[in-house]
């Protein structure tokens, strides 16, 4: 049996960068990564290193949503491809949910589904909680309630940022989950046997509710607007896009950007993620992460991770407009253009 494991959390919980450190480690090498994001346009498999062979991507839609079509074909193809031989011969599947997730779905089809059973076996549950506005994220979305009340490990996440709310947020979780153990990583830093081999999954230290969940039915096709299973509800308020750029962006858009995002927009922006072609850099792409009212400052790869060196950006958020912010974009990049060159012929 080929054990599987679901890393799960809300946006921007540090899930990517979890993983993408993970499969670093050497004793992750035999591991398949299934990879679904809530969007069209996914950008995690530019962000985590590992096999193209053993990597899929699912950007269709909120995979929850789509277990029975998606999920399990995927699994259910990965396993023949394995076994033909035109995939590495993985020893571990690893999933990662998208931020809005719920896992029971997910969990459900695993621990139910009659093909996948006779080749997998679920593992355990990596729920990722952020130290900086956990609290707030458990106070105000179920779905960040559920990934942690299902999780067999709890990986509290920018625990370097606070340790007071670290502490506040540990003792929080504990009382939603007393069976999970809780571990912090900075920057994703920690050892893969913390993680897993948790064995087959157990009921017994869980919320009584999470049983509920499980034994309630799978999810129905998605159709448009809210689209509810069982207790599992993604309200239509929350929407997400892709900005794609041909152009590259001044590397002093970048602060001003993320500035004018964190003053207009607040806790409705609930995620903006992207690797950015700069300038300045062409050989050496930017990566920018926000969450609500925080953002990072951008990160640089050494190199671009694929051929596509397009700026894309993702912004999941309540009530956005697309509009506006391209225009917010080619604003701010066009001053920065007017500003250099008027300071260029001074």
């Known amino acids: 049996m080929i054990p599987v494991s679901v890393i799960t959390g809300f946006l921007g919980s540090g899930k990517t960068t979890l993983l993408s450190r993970l499969m670093r480690d050497p004793a992750m090498g035999r591991t398949a990564v299934i990879v679904n994001e809530f969007g069209e346009i996914g950008l995690d498999h530019d962000l985590v290193e590992t096999s193209t062979e053993s990597f899929v991507q699912l950007s269709n839609g909120c995979l929850c949503c789509n277990v029975r079509s998606d999920l399990t074909a995927t699994l259910a193809d990965l396993a023949v491809r394995r076994g033909q031989g035109t995939v590495p011969p993985f020893e571990r599947v690893v999933i990662e949910t998208s931020g809005l997730a719920d896992p029971a779905p997910i969990l459900h089809a695993l621990m139910t589904d009659r093909d ?5 076996s679920l593992d355990g549950v990596i729920t990722t909680a952020d130290a900086v506005i956990g609290l707030g994220t458990l106070d105000q979305h179920e779905e960040s309630r559920r990934q942690a009340a299902v999780a067999d490990r709890i990986v509290i996440t920018k625990s370097d940022l606070s340790q007071a709310s670290t502490d506040a947020l540990r003792q929080r979780l504990a009382a939603m989950n007393p069976g999970a153990s809780v571990t912090e990583a900075a920057m994703g830093a920690i050892s893969p046997a913390l993680l897993f081999g948790c064995g087959i999954y157990d009921l017994a230290g869980k919320n009584m509710d999470v049983a509920k969940w499980l034994a309630q039915d799978s999810p129905h096709p998605v159709t448009s ?53 700069v300038r300045e850099s062409p050989e050496r792409p930017a990566v920018i992460h926000g969450v609500q ?15 596509d060196h397009r700026t894309r950006l993702v912004f999941i958020g309540r009530n956005l407009r697309e509009t506006w912010v391209r225009m917010l974009i080619d604003l701010l990049d066009d001053e920065v253009a007017q500003v250099g060159a008027s300071a260029h012929h001074a």
């Open 116 to 120: 996948l059973c006779g080749i997998y």
């Open 225 to 277: 607007g809210d689209h509810p299973h069982a207790s599992h509800v993604h309200t239509s308020s929350i929407s997400s896009f892709c900005i794609v750029r041909e152009q590259p962006l001044h590397a002093v858009t970048l602060p001003l950007l993320l500035s004018a995002l964190a003053e207009n927009c607040g806790a409705d922006l609930l995620r903006v993620k992207g690797i950015v072609h």
């Open 293 to 307: 009212h925080v953002y990072h400052a951008p990160a640089w790869l050494p190199r671009w991770p694929s051929a």
